[in-house]
Every structure is written in C-alpha cells, then in structure tokens.
C-alpha cells in the first residue's frame, strides 16, 4: 500500500506541467526584440522633425504619429520583458534597469509629443519642453547602457540575444 502511494505521488509529480525556466538571456532578447523597429522608427521621427522645424513648428500631425508609433513599440517592447522571468538577482536588477529605461523613453516621447502641439498652436517652437525631452531621453540612454553593462556582466552576449550594436 505505501509503495503503491508513493508510485502514485511520483507519477503525478511527473504529470504536473513544469513552469518554463526562462533565463537571463530571455530577458535581454526580448529588450532587443523591437531594435530594428526603433532604429527605423528613430530615423523617421528626426526627418519629421526637420521637416517640422522648417515649418515653423506648423501641422506636425505626421511626427505626432510617428511618435504614438514609437510609443507602442515601446509597450510592446515593455510587454515582452515583463513576461520573462530573470534567473539570478543580477538578471533581475538588470530587467529593472531596461524597464526604468523604456518609461524614461516613453515619457520623453510623451512630452515631446506635447511639445509639437504646442509649437502646432502657436507656431512658435517649444523650446522647454523638448529640452526636457531631451533630457528624459538622455537619462533612459544611461539605464539602458547601465542594463546593457549588467547583463555582460551576467555572461550575456549581445550576439547570442540577437542585438543591435550598442549604442
């Protein structure tokens, strides 16, 4: 009888659906999923920024768009590092450091969409607010080198996590 339940136990323990072991280097390929994304997104949004400068800071609807673009790329690429689970303490501080990145980023985006309103209304550059974009965006870039030097650290390789270059 004891044996008979402990055959049992050890089949079900069996049976039961491991939890997948995602690692540190999940986590770092799922920050790079979007980088050709970006680096598309990024070239677009500076010619509509000239383009928009030459107009006086007038109808910036195309560069509002490619900014709410830009900002979905961000979710997305926030969504997919969430769902990875880091496997050392290190993978975990790093996956906090990219996330602190993509919000700076985000929110950078955020008040320079703001800004191109503005400059749209009064036709009139918005000089405070992308300064202070560009500060946002200046703050994520150094988490995300701080996050990139962490997950080196860690053993993780640009190269097998499928990334661009570092900035």
Do not use: K
Request: proline letters at 4%; a positive charge.
């Amino acid at each position: 009888m004891r044996r008979a339940a402990l055959l049992l136990a050890s089949c079900l323990a069996l049976a039961a659906p491991a939890p997948a072991a995602a690692d540190d280097l999940s986590v770092r390929t799922a920050a790079c999923s979007n980088d050709a994304r970006f680096a598309d997104l990024g070239g677009r949004v500076a010619a509509e920024q000239r383009v928009v400068a030459r107009r006086n800071g007038r109808r910036p609807g195309r560069l509002l768009r490619l900014l709410a673009e830009t900002r979905r790329a961000v979710a997305d690429t926030r969504a997919a590092i969430l769902a990875e689970e880091p496997s050392s303490a290190g993978g975990t501080r790093a996956r906090r450091l990219q996330l602190m990145a993509l919000r700076g980023f985000d929110t950078g985006l955020r008040i320079e969409a703001a800004s191109a309103r503005r400059s749209g209304r009064s036709g009139r550059p918005d000089g405070r607010g992308l300064a202070r974009a560009h500060r946002s965006h200046r703050r994520a870039l150094g988490l995300e080198r701080r996050a990139v030097r962490m997950f080196r650290a860690l053993g993780v390789s640009d190269e097998a996590a499928g990334c661009r270059p570092p900035l």
